[in-house]
T-cell receptor
Framework: GDSVTQMEGPVTLSEEAFLTINCTYT??????LFWYVQYPGEGLQLLLK?????DKGSNKGFEATYRKETTSFHLEKGSVQVSDSAVYFC?????????????FGTGTLLAVQP | EAQVTQNPRYLITVTGKKLTVTCSQN?????MSWYRQDPGLGLRQIYY???????DKGDVPEGYKVSRKEKRNFPLILESPSPNQTSLYFC?????????????FGDGTRLSIL
């Protein structure tokens, strides 16, 4: 079945460091891919998405490119801030699916130190 | 403001005492889902609904019930809660079932079953 694998955390970085969180997926067909962020005590918020191969999603300085050849959707940011500390989830949704089910990775905790 | 509202945010209760977690959305979305979040497992779908009076099981439906009598509301019912249902629960809604439509999440309900 469909699945998402993302790097385990926690990831601890100093402010202004470069961030990469790896995400790979297994799915039939052409899924849509998402990154959601969960700040402490809050629900999940959509960070960015990509719906087809080679699409690049971007938001708030974060970027991820849908790579079909490597089945990957790695999250990157050039310079992290303390306010980026959160749990990041990679997820996929099957195109045309009737269940609206998101398949999530296990989440990666990012801690940014001043 | 577009939002998904869950209540209660926190609940500690005992085994076997029926409880209901409410979920309401104000975006006129057709699709709604319940997820549970557990450490190391990410989020897993419990139940979903495609419209009023249309519901179906997700990946982990055992021990849960849902209903969709109105478009905006999608309560989660635990008729006889057990300790293995201690978890963080999220309600989500979306305008479409698949593809690139993002889901909107509530802030979560933390349940502790003693």
């Amino acid at each position: 079945g469909d699945s998402v694998t993302q790097m385990e955390g926690p990831v601890t970085l100093s402010e202004e460091a470069f961030l990469t969180i790896n995400c790979t997926y297994t799915a039939t067909g052409y899924p849509s891919l998402f990154w959601y962020v969960q700040y402490p005590g809050e629900g999940l918020q959509l960070l960015l998405k990509a719906t087809k191969a080679d699409d690049k999603g971007s938001n708030k300085g974060f970027e991820a490119t849908y790579r079909k050849e490597t089945t990957s959707f790695h999250l990157e940011k050039g310079s992290v801030q303390v306010s980026d500390s959160a749990v990041y989830f990679c997820a996929l949704n099957r195109y045309g699916g009737a269940t609206n089910k998101l398949i999530f990775g296990t989440g990666t905790l990012l801690a940014v130190q001043p | 403001e577009a939002q998904v509202t869950q209540n209660p945010r926190y609940l500690i209760t005992v085994t076997g005492k029926k409880l209901t977690v409410t979920c309401s959305q104000n975006m006129n979305h057709e699709y709604m889902s319940w997820y549970r979040q557990d450490p190391g497992l990410g989020l897993r779908q419990i139940y979903y609904s495609m419209n009023v009076e249309v519901t179906d099981k997700g990946d982990v439906p055992e021990g849960y019930k849902v209903s969709r009598k109105e478009k905006r509301n999608f309560p989660l019912i635990l008729e006889s809660p057990s300790p293995n249902q201690t978890s963080l629960y999220f309600c989500a809604s979306s305008s479409q079932g698949g593809g690139g439509q993002p889901q909107h999440f509530g802030d979560g309900t933390r349940l502790s079953i003693l």
